[in-house]
C-alpha cells in the first residue's frame, strides 16, 4: 500500500531511509532543517566500518576514563560546564559497559553490521556508487607490544563474528602496508575488507539527486513538533502544517527533541568530534589508518587526508573547541613523517550517540505512526543501509530482517 512518508532529517540515515521507502512505491517527502548533509553526514571519516561490531561501553572503559578525562585535549574530554547535565548519560554509559549488557550489545551490534554490510552492497548496485568507493581496507597502529596484547582481545572477537584480518608484529610488515609511518608503530592489525567513500559529503548528495531524480522532495524547514493523529501525524513546521500517515525521524543530534514532543524521553547525546581536512598530496595514504591509543583516524577525502576523531562529550550549545583538532594534526605530524598540513580546513560535526552504542530503530511506543532511526555514534554511515532497509520493512508491516528488540525506545 502506497503510503506519504515524511523523513525528517537530510542527513545519510535520512536520505538512504526515503531512497529505501521510495523503492518500495511510497510517496515521500524529506525535511532538514538546513541542507542535505549539513551536519555530521558533511565531515566524518567516510569509513563504512563493518568490523567495528564492540560497543563503546566496554567492560573495563570507566577505569580508563579518569585517566582521559583528566586531558581536556585528550580522546575523550567532558568541557567542565557539561559535566554536571551529562552525568545521568555517563551513569547510564557504566551500567552499559557491565559484561552481561556487554554481551547482549555486541550481538545486536554485530547483527546490524552484518545487514547492513549486505544492504550497502545492494545499494551501491541501485545507485551506480561504486565509483564512490575506495576497497583499500583499514589500518589499526599500536605502539608498543603491551598496548597490542592488550587489544588482542577486540580482534579476537572480530574473529568470532567472521570478519577477515591479518595482525602485523613487525614494523617491516607495516611498512610494506603502508610506507612513510613513524616508527614508533611496531605493531597493527590489518582489516581488508574495510571501505571507505572518497567524500561522505558526496555520497549523501549523489543520493539524494537520484532520490530526487525518481520523484521524491526535499524541503528546508525547521520542525518544531509532531502530533499524532488518527491513522497519521502532524508535522508542525516554522511555516505551517502538514500531515503524514507515517513520520520517520532522522534528525541526528537533534532528533530526542522531536522524540520528546509525542512523550518519549530518549538519552541522546552529542559527540562533538573534530577534524582537519589537507588538500590533495598532503601525504601518500594508502588506507584508512586508526591510532588506537590516541582516537583518532587518517583517511583519504578527495584525494587528500582527514585528520579527524577523538571524542567530546559536550553537547550542541557550546562554541566548538578547535584546539582538539590542532592537537589531532600535531600528533598526525609526528606518526606521519612528512605529512604537509598546509592548506588545512578544519571542521567540528555532532555525532548522535546513546549510552548503550546501539541506535534507536523502531515505532515510537507513544505514538506508532513516528517512526525512529537515530543515535549511531560513529557508525550513521556504516550502518545507513541496513537502518533504512528495516525501516523500510517495517514502515510496509513486515518481518524485520534481523530483531530490533535491542534497538528500541522502549528499552529506556
Known amino acids: 500500500m502506497t503510503m506519504q512518508v515524511c523523513v525528517i532529517g537530510a542527513g545519510v540515515i535520512g536520505i538512504t531511509t526515503a531512497l529505501e521507502l521510495q523503492r518500495r512505491g511510497h510517496s515521500v517527502l524529506v525535511l532538514d532543517r538546513e541542507g542535505v548533509a549539513a551536519q555530521a553526514s558533511a565531515g566524518n571519516a567516510g569509513a563504512f566500518a563493518f568490523a567495528e561490531v564492540e560497543p563503546l561501553a566496554t567492560p573495563g572503559i570507566m577505569r580508563k576514563a579518569p585517566k582521559w578525562l583528566l586531558d581536556p585535549l585528550g580522546p575523550l574530554s567532558i568541557p567542565p560546564a557539561y559535566a554536571l547535565k551529562i552525568a545521568p548519560w555517563m551513569f547510564r554509559f557504566w551500567q552499559a559497559s557491565r559484561p552481561g549488557p556487554y554481551r547482549d550489545h555486541l550481538l545486536a551490534q554485530a547483527s546490524l553490521m552484518e545487514h547492513s554490510a549486505a544492504a550497502l552492497t545492494r545499494l551501491i548496485a541501485d545507485v551506480d556508487g561504486e565509483p564512490m568507493m575506495q576497497r583499500d581496507g583499514q589500518m589499526q597502529l599500536y605502539e608498543s607490544e603491551a598496548e597490542y596484547r592488550a587489544n588482542l582481545p577486540a580482534w579476537e572477537v572480530r574473529r568470532e563474528h567472521g570478519i577477515d584480518f591479518e595482525l602485523l608484529e613487525s614494523r617491516e610488515a607495516i611498512a610494506e602496508k603502508q610506507p612513510g609511518l613513524s616508527p614508533r608503530f611496531t605493531h597493527g592489525g590489518f582489516t581488508p575488507g574495510w571501505m571507505n567513500t572518497v567524500d561522505p559529503k558526496k555520497w549523501v548528495e549523489h543520493l539524494a539527486r537520484i532520490f530526487r531524480e525518481r520523484g521524491g522532495r526535499i524541503e528546508f524547514q525547521d520542525i518544531r513538533a509532531l502530533t499524532p493523529l488518527e491513522g497519521g501525524v502532524r508535522v508542525t513546521r516554522v511555516d505551517g502544517e502538514i500531515e503524514a ?108 550517540s546513546l549510552p548503550d552504542s546501539l541506535p534507536v530503530i523502531g515505532a515510537s511506543p507513544n505514538a506508532p505512526n513516528v517512526v525512529y532511526a537515530f543515535g549511531h555514534g560513529h557508525l550513521g554511515l556504516t550502518q545507513s543501509a541496513g537502518t533504512a532497509e528495516l525501516i523500510g520493512t517495517l514502515v510496509d508491516g513486515q518481518p524485520t530482517q534481523i530483531s530490533l528488540t535491542p534497538f528500541s525506545a522502549a528499552r529506556f
Open 245 to 352: 500517515a507515517k513520520v520517520i525521524v532522522c534528525a541526528g543530534a537533534w532528533s530526542h527533541h522531536l522524540a520528546r514532543t509525542v512523550g518519549d524521553s530518549i538519552p541522546l547525546e552529542t559527540e562533538r568530534g573534530y577534524n582537519t581536512t589537507l588538500p590533495e598530496g598532503a601525504f601518500d595514504l594508502r588506507m584508512h589508518l586508526t591510532f588506537s591509543g590516541h582516537g583518532f583516524v587518517a583517511t583519504r577525502i578527495n584525494g587528500g587526508v582527514r585528520i579527524g576523531g577523538a571524542v567530546e562529550l559536550g553537547g550542541l550549545d557550546l562554541p566548538p573547541n578547535f584546539k582538539r583538532a590542532d592537537t589531532l594534526l600535531n600528533k598526525a605530524v609526528q606518526f606521519l613523517p612528512g605529512l604537509n598540513t598546509l592548506g588545512g580546513t578544519q571542521w567540528m560535526g555532532f555525532r548522535p
